[in-house]
């Protein structure tokens, strides 16, 4: 069952975003192998780069965020 605000929710939460970024940086480090050597890019750096987000969405969703009010 979602929660009553959750387009609010979605739309300001800093969880959210951050988690849509992990995914993004994951992407990335998923194609650069079919870059074939045009950039060089340390093995890794994307990856770790999604694991700190991922770290950062999971403190943003234990504290309070200000815009987000519950509407009980």
Same mark, same amino acid.
């Given at each position: 069952?979602?929660?009553?605000?959750? $387009?609010?929710?979605? $739309? $300001?939460?800093?969880?959210?975003?951050?988690?849509?970024?992990?995914?993004?940086?994951?992407?990335?480090?998923? =194609?650069?192998?079919?870059?074939? &050597?045009?950039?060089?890019?340390?093995?890794?750096?994307? %990856? =770790?780069?999604? &694991?700190?987000?991922?770290?950062? =969405?999971?403190? %943003?969703?234990?504290?309070?965020?200000? #815009?987000?009010? #519950?509407? #009980?």
């Amino acid at each position: 069952m979602l929660i009553p605000n959750w $387009r609010m929710v979605l $739309r $300001r939460a800093w969880s959210i975003r951050l988690m849509l970024l992990a995914g993004f940086l994951s992407g990335v480090e998923a =194609a650069l192998p079919l870059l074939g &050597g045009f950039f060089f890019i340390p093995p890794g750096l994307f %990856a =770790a780069l999604s &694991g700190l987000t991922v770290g950062g =969405a999971f403190v %943003a969703r234990l504290l309070a965020q200000k #815009d987000i009010r #519950d509407e #009980d």
